[in-house]
């Protein structure tokens, strides 16, 4: 397989999407002229013209609500947020319409959006830019949470999610953007499907499940826990809602132990939502509670010392592993 | 009998349909078979039939929770929007949506939205797609006075008029933001001064004649129907009731509403103008005994409906019964 | 083989017991540990968990009955026993929810006689719940265990390392902790070892025992002069041959005689019937590095010393090698328990089921005796009879222990 990054991926995904069905289209700050504030979008307006490819001034609520209008009539937008956290102004769009209005018309009207762009903390922008937004929508029945950790899972994600009838919350890393990885050639199509985890790593004696930006760390972190002599399973949920329990569950059947580790905040959110249904289905095979390690439980500061420390940690994986097996 | 005389007859008949299907769901309520919020049209009548009398069928409509007589001057039928206000299996979206969230796609009608100002930019978005396809619908938004001080309704107007889009804001100023007057929600006394800040036409009427309703609305979704832009339309309108059936109307004189229904209610207003050109008394009576039939209809209807099924739980939630 | 079982005493002072719930129906298997009923006591609502892999055959005592312990609440065996004898054999009374002291423990003061307030369960096991899974599938008893996670919670790294030479259930590759994983805790935890199948057999059925066999005791004290005398000269006469005579082979023989003597205590209580034993089988209690067993000695009333001698060094050797057949630890009619050669003076054993009577032997102690005015030694020897009061009474062990002193006291007529 050839090697690309992950933001080439996402862009791989979408171009092809686009050739592939012309009542799709991009729309949000800076994606055209300016080529993408994180160049995701690089080369996609020369390509498709501004009909397609469309600037939008700083509205989100307004943006991503005519995204939503758009898709109740038929098209099917992407709607890229500069960064998750300006998608709090469209909280109410995503949540309320995007979420509801299928339901609400009783299936009358479908809503095939995506909306999509980096989440969780960049490097140092501080409290009000470093939102890991999955904890919010993933509480909201009707929408679809995927967070890719893979350049070969942005893009398989990504053409999922366009295709869907329904609205895709789709999250990305700005610190995962420059990743590279294994894309399969072009030509070879790949459709990820939602609800499906991947085993990255298999082990024997503790299942670590988790998704998104902390992935990369924790295959590091992985090395170096085989080097103590403890083997360690990883899972990376790829999407939050719908949820593969099933994976999770079978891997804690077999190591009997699980840390969950996620970079939003500690207090509910999918982090929890795994614990849930790890003790309901996998309840008489834990050997110890099931942990998590997940960012601290206050804004993000902005000092970098202070941000390592906020940001959940190799250490702090570490430890939550070492405690599951009773090593200290 | 003339096309215009036939034209005010159909209005005025669907005018009188929401009018005694309010007045009947208002009694419903009573009898707690409504439940939840309901807001009431009546007092209203004359714009979203006059506005029904400016477009096709093949143009859009969306409008707020205070959604009954849209959907009704729409042509939705009847017993579907008495059984939704019931609860109802056989309702328009089988239960799910009440009285706040009539969504009927046969006819193009987009629904009520209850988030005060959410649905600008979904009208906003259903005319981008007119632009986006090249193709000739107009989309009518209904929406409150009260919604005018929302981020929705500036962002929403905002991408309107930076992309031209065919849409037409139709503002029903009811003087009352719920049970707050207009003069201590803003400090404009006209409201389409709005529109210029984002580059749309405006217009300004009383909105109690059917016909001067549907006339001025015509001129806007001509304008955006022939590539002119979008417009924020205010009609100066009057409820008669109170925001909904919780809301027992202290905020305003006896007087004040009683002067309203003397001089302004859209109904008599419209009926008057039939007798005026010369139709019988007793052909509007038999109108009216149609119409009641109907109502009647409606309620027995919606009365007799299974309740709304337990599969419906889970039918909605996702598209092509994907499910998490 | 199905038994009836009657209700156990699940708390020190329960003087009857109410039950509120049965989490097993009839022809539910039920593996060790696991809840059979709820049984509200005087003190709280208590679990009733097997001690054994079963099969609940027949409830007894209906949801909201109140009996006394050990009245007869439930049959338990095989999967298709027939229990139609026991089903007889069962009096009605003590069961049935109308019967005088059954009190549906929920019709109190016209409350709400469907729902009595759930209470908490008490007796926690702190055991985590894979722990807890293995334990019922390995049929492990945890109670009294001491783990070595928080706060003595039982791990699964407990299990693996102290049962490292038990076969791995099904299904656990190699899931458990690291070796590494050992904490360095301040004062060590104690040393928990699973139950072998012997250990368990043993448990169950000494439990049974006691719960089950209403024991009373009698002890005399005899003059073992003349026996040892005779086992002296008995002694002296193989010395060529190279064999030697126990006191317990001795004393094997002697009681089998007084069995014969007084054949009442040579019985079993059958549920339904006494079972008068026409033949004398004696079981040996033997002691071995990690439990005991009774290999039986047939016919021991009829067989020479030597011959008893012979064939319980045989058993014994058998024994320690775990090459005994079942069926030569099984069937005998009566139990002898000697722990002399370990300096105990005197105790009370356990009875064998379905045997009727045990005897606990003491050690020969010399003691100064005043006879005819004048202080003399003597050897004397402390003999317990535990009997099952169901079918052996009072007079009847009074008349057994009566023949072994006479037997013992006067050797000779073991020639008779």
């Known amino acids: 397989m050839r090697q690309l990054r992950y933001r080439d991926a996402l862009r791989e995904a979408m171009i092809e999407e686009m050739e592939r069905d012309d009542r799709v289209f991009l729309i949000g700050e800076e994606v055209g002229h300016y080529q993408g504030a994180y160049k995701v979008s690089q080369g996609l307006l020369e390509r498709f013209g501004e009909r397609r490819v469309v600037d939008a001034p700083i509205a989100e609520a307004g943006f991503a609500g005519l995204a939503v209008g758009a898709a109740m009539v038929g098209l099917r937008p992407i709607v890229e947020f500069m960064t998750w956290n300006f998608s709090l102004p469209a909280f109410d769009q995503i949540v309320n319409n995007a979420a509801k209005i299928h339901q609400m018309s009783a299936g009358q009207f479908r809503i095939p959006v995506v909306f999509r762009g980096p989440n969780a903390s960049a490097r140092q922008v501080a409290a009000q830019h470093s939102h890991a937004v999955e904890a919010f929508y993933c509480n909201v029945p009707g929408l679809y949470v995927v967070y890719p950790s893979t350049p070969r899972d942005a893009k398989g994600l990504l053409k999922t999610a366009i295709r869907d009838d329904n609205p895709v919350l789709f999250l990305e890393g700005e610190t995962l953007y420059g990743i590279q990885g294994d894309v399969p050639e072009v030509g070879q199509e790949e459709l990820i499907p939602f609800g499906s985890a991947n085993v990255v790593r298999e082990g024997r004696h503790v299942t670590v499940v988790s998704f998104g930006r902390p992935v990369p760390m924790l295959v590091k972190l992985a090395d170096q826990l085989e080097q103590e002599g403890i083997s360690m399973e990883l899972i990376d949920a790829r999407s939050l809602r719908p949820l593969d329990t099933a994976t999770i569950v079978a891997s804690v059947k077999k190591t009997n132990r699980c840390v969950v580790v996620h970079e939003h905040w500690p207090y509910g959110g999918p982090g929890a939502e795994i614990v849930d249904r790890i003790q309901r289905e996998a309840f008489d095979y834990l050997d110890a509670p099931v942990l998590r390690a997940s960012n601290l439980d206050v804004p993000m500061p902005y000092a970098l010392n202070l941000e390592n420390e906020v940001i959940v940690t190799p250490e702090r994986v570490r430890a939550a592993v070492r405690q599951v097996l009773y090593l200290d | 009998m003339s096309k215009v005389l036939d034209e005010l007859q159909t209005m005025y008949r669907t005018m009188y349909l929401i009018r005694r299907s309010e007045e009947e769901a208002a009694r419903a309520y009573s009898q707690g078979k409504v439940g939840g919020f309901l807001h009431l049209y009546i007092g209203q009548e004359a714009i979203a039939v006059g506005a029904?009398?400016?477009?096709?069928?093949?143009?859009?409509?969306?409008?707020?929770?205070?959604?009954?007589?849209?959907?009704?001057?729409?042509?939705?039928?009847?017993?579907?929007?008495?059984?939704?206000?019931?609860?109802?299996?056989?309702?328009?979206?089988?239960?799910?949506?009440?009285?706040?969230?009539?969504?009927?796609?046969?006819?193009?009608?987009?629904?009520?939205?209850?988030?005060?100002?959410?649905?600008?930019?979904?009208?906003?978005?259903?005319?981008?797609?007119?632009?986006?396809?090249?193709?000739?619908?107009?989309?009518?938004?209904?929406?409150?006075?009260?919604?005018?001080?929302?981020?929705?309704?500036?962002?929403?107007?905002?991408?309107?008029?930076?992309?031209?889009?065919?849409?037409?804001?139709?503002?029903?100023?009811?003087?009352?933001?719920?049970?707050?007057?207009?003069?201590?929600?803003?400090?404009?006394?006209?409201?389409?001064?709005?529109?210029?800040?984002?580059?749309?036409?405006?217009?300004?009427?009383?909105?109690?004649d059917v016909i001067v309703?549907?006339?001025?609305?015509?001129?806007?979704?001509?304008?955006?129907?022939?590539?002119?832009?979008?417009?924020?339309?205010?009609?100066?309108?009057?409820?008669?009731?109170?925001?909904?059936?919780?809301?027992?109307?202290?905020?305003?004189?006896?007087?004040?509403?009683?002067?309203?229904?003397?001089?302004?209610?859209?109904?008599?207003?419209?009926?008057?103008?039939?007798?005026?050109?010369?139709?019988?008394?007793?052909?509007?009576?038999?109108?009216?005994?149609?119409?009641?039939?109907?109502?009647?209809?409606?309620?027995?209807?919606?009365?007799?409906?299974?309740?709304?099924?337990?599969?419906?739980?889970?039918?909605?939630?996702?598209?092509?019964?994907?499910?998490? | 083989m199905a038994k009836i079982v009657g209700l156990p005493k699940l708390s020190p002072t329960m003087e009857e017991g109410t039950l509120t719930r049965w989490a097993k129906q009839e022809g539910d298997d039920?593996?060790?540990?696991?809840?059979?009923?709820?049984?509200?006591?005087?003190?709280?609502?208590?679990?009733?968990?097997?001690?054994?892999?079963?099969?609940?055959?027949?409830?007894?005592?209906?949801?909201?009955?109140?009996?006394?312990?050990?009245?007869?609440?439930?049959?338990?065996?095989?999967?298709?026993?027939?229990?139609?004898?026991?089903?007889?054999?069962?009096?009605?009374?003590?069961?049935?929810?109308?019967?005088?002291?059954?009190?549906?423990?929920?019709?109190?003061?016209?409350?709400?006689?469907?729902?009595?307030?759930?209470?908490?369960?008490?007796?926690?096991?702190?055991?985590?719940?894979?722990?807890?899974?293995?334990?019922?599938?390995?049929?492990?008893?945890?109670?009294?265990?001491?783990?070595?996670?928080?706060?003595?919670?039982?791990i699964q790294r407990d299990l693996e390392r102290l049962a490292a030479e038990q076969p791995r259930a099904p299904g656990e590759p190699g899931s458990s902790a690291p070796a590494a994983a050992a904490s360095a805790s301040a004062r060590p935890a104690p040393v928990v070892v699973p139950l072998s199948s012997m250990r368990r057999t043993i448990a169950r059925r000494l439990v049974e025992s006691k719960q089950n066999v209403p024991h009373f005791y009698l002890t005399a004290e005899v003059r073992a002069d003349s026996l040892l005398e005779?086992?002296?000269?008995?002694?002296?006469?193989?010395?060529?041959?190279?064999?030697?005579?126990?006191?317990?082979?001795?004393?094997?023989?002697?009681?089998?005689?007084?069995?014969?003597?007084?054949?009442?205590?040579?019985?079993?209580?059958?549920?339904?019937?006494?079972?008068?034993?026409?033949?004398?089988?004696?079981?040996?209690?033997?002691?071995?590095?990690?439990?005991?067993?009774t290999p039986v000695v047939r016919d021991a009333d009829k067989k020479g010393l030597l011959e008893i001698a012979r064939e319980v060094r045989e058993l014994a050797s058998l024994a320690r090698q775990k090459k005994l057949k079942p069926e030569q630890m099984s069937g005998g009619t009566f139990s002898i328990s000697n722990l002399g050669m370990y300096g105990v003076d005197e105790f009370a054993a356990v009875i064998n089921p379905p045997e009727g009577a045990i005897v606990a032997v003491g050690a020969v102690r010399e003691v100064p005796v005043l006879r005819d005015g004048a202080l003399h030694a003597e050897s004397r020897l402390r003999l317990t009879l535990s009997c099952d009061h169901r079918v052996v009474d009072g007079a009847a062990g009074a008349q057994w222990l009566a023949a072994v002193r006479e037997l013992i006291e006067s050797p000779l007529q073991l020639m008779l």
């Open chain 3, 230 to 293: 005779v086992r002296k000269q008995l002694n002296a006469m193989l010395e060529t041959g190279g064999e030697k005579l126990s006191l317990n082979d001795l004393l094997i023989r002697i009681c089998a005689s007084a069995l014969r003597r007084v054949p009442a205590v040579n019985a079993s209580f059958m549920n339904d019937a006494i079972w008068q034993h026409q033949v004398v089988d004696v079981s040996v209690a033997v002691a071995l590095p990690d439990g005991l067993v």
């Open chain 3, 30 to 154: 039920v593996a060790v540990d696991e809840l059979i009923a709820e049984v509200e006591t005087d003190k709280a609502t208590m679990e009733w968990r097997s001690f054994d892999r079963t099969v609940l055959l027949k409830i007894l005592a209906a949801e909201g009955t109140t009996v006394a312990p050990d009245a007869p609440v439930a049959i338990f065996g095989e999967r298709g026993e027939d229990i139609s004898s026991l089903l007889g054999a069962q009096s009605a009374p003590a069961a049935t929810p109308n019967a005088p002291v059954a009190t549906p423990a929920t019709n109190v003061a016209g409350s709400d006689a469907q729902t009595s307030a759930p209470q908490v369960p008490v007796g926690r096991i702190a055991a985590s719940p894979s722990v807890r899974r293995l334990a019922r599938e390995r049929s492990l008893d945890l109670r009294g265990l001491e783990g070595s996670g928080p706060g003595g919670r039982v």
């Open chain 2, 213 to 324: 309703v549907r006339d001025r609305i015509k001129l806007a979704v001509e304008r955006a129907r022939s590539g002119g832009g979008a417009t924020l339309v205010e009609v100066l309108t009057y409820r008669f009731r109170g925001h909904s059936m919780s809301d027992p109307g202290k905020y305003r004189s006896a007087e004040e509403l009683e002067e309203y229904k003397r001089k302004a209610d859209p109904c008599a207003l419209a009926r008057n103008q039939l007798v005026a050109s010369g139709i019988a008394e007793e052909q509007i009576a038999a109108l009216e005994r149609e119409v009641e039939a109907q109502v009647a209809d409606s309620i027995q209807f919606a009365d007799e409906s299974a309740p709304a099924a337990r599969s419906s739980i889970d039918a909605f939630a996702y598209a092509s019964g994907s499910s998490v």
């Open chain 2, 52 to 208: 029904e009398a400016a477009i096709e069928k093949t143009d859009y409509v969306i409008t707020t929770y205070r959604d009954h007589g849209v959907a009704l001057a729409r042509g939705s039928s009847p017993r579907a929007v008495m059984a939704e206000l019931f609860g109802k299996d056989t309702g328009l979206v089988r239960g799910l949506g009440g009285s706040m969230h009539l969504f009927d796609a046969e006819h193009r009608m987009l629904g009520g939205h209850a988030i005060v100002g959410g649905h600008l930019p979904l009208a906003a978005g259903v005319a981008f797609r007119a632009r986006y396809m090249k193709e000739s619908f107009v989309t009518l938004c209904f929406l409150g006075d009260g919604a005018t001080n929302i981020g929705g309704f500036h962002e929403g107007l905002s991408l309107a008029g930076l992309w031209k889009l065919p849409v037409v804001f139709i503002c029903e100023n009811n003087r009352y933001s719920m049970g707050t007057p207009l003069s201590r929600t803003t400090p404009l006394a006209d409201l389409t001064v709005k529109a210029a800040g984002y580059g749309l036409a405006a217009d300004r009427f009383e909105g109690n």
